[in-house]
T-cell receptor, first 114, second 114 residues
């Protein structure tokens, strides 16, 4: 089944403890992206990647890192999480870009930082 | 800059009622337009899209027509079902810069009662 898989689905952590949210897609998509979804603010793009070893900042990159060493994986790293990073996170992929091909989204990761 | 404005929810309808969710946009150039749907506890799914003026996108009984003269892309369905209860997002593709970026509306929650 074609899908984007995120792990974990739920995570509660403490301020400052490094964490990684994994994202993997099995569709050979070139484009991958991370979003956070917050009430009243909608979806905001954190980082995106147009292909392997090519990443760039989205609208809200502060406090996050990403890497794209392989085409299928695009992990999101929070080096020192803070409470304002409590949110619902989505990974998404697209064949060559969401402008024409649309996105396939993962099921989301609900992160709580205390 | 480019933007998308959706009608605020929540929208509550009875089964078999007619649905309209308004979406208007501002954009330079000729954007592509999308509707995504998010069912409870899931990621977003592409519902339909239109890439040029007067195009009609359709899927699962939903339709939306790209109206350049009114800069609108309203979502309609003739007879909603309980299973249509979800949050609906309008989005446009921004031609600005190299990021194949989607500009998102804030979402409209729909609840359909039996």
């Amino acid at each position: 089944e074609a899908q984007v898989t995120q792990n974990p689905r739920y995570l509660i952590t403490v301020t400052g403890k490094k964490l990684t949210v994994t994202c993997s897609q099995n569709m050979n998509h070139e484009y991958m992206s991370w979003y956070r979804q917050d009430p009243g603010l909608g979806l905001r793009q954190i980082y995106y990647s147009m292909n392997v070893e090519v990443t760039d900042k989205g609208d809200v990159p502060e406090g996050y890192k990403v890497s794209r060493k392989e085409k299928r994986n695009f992990p999101l790293i929070l080096e020192s999480p803070s409470p304002n990073q409590t949110s619902l996170y989505f990974c998404a992929s697209s064949l060559r870009g969401p402008n024409i091909y649309g996105y396939t989204f993962g099921s989301g990761t609900r992160l709580t930082v205390v | 800059g480019d933007s998308v404005t959706q009608m605020e929810g929540p929208v509550t309808l009875s089964e078999e009622a007619f649905l309209t969710i308004n979406c208007t946009y501002t954009a330079t150039g000729y954007p592509s337009l999308f509707w995504y749907v998010q069912y409870p506890g899931e990621g977003l799914q592409l519902l339909l899209k239109a890439t040029k003026a007067d195009d009609k996108g359709s899927n699962k009984g939903f339709e939306a027509t790209y109206r350049k003269e009114t800069t609108s892309f309203h979502l309609e369905k003739g007879s909603v079902q309980v299973s249509d209860s979800a949050v609906y997002f309008c989005a446009l593709h921004s031609n600005a810069g190299n990021n194949r970026k989607l500009i998102w509306g804030l979402g409209t929650s729909l609840a359909v009662n039996p």
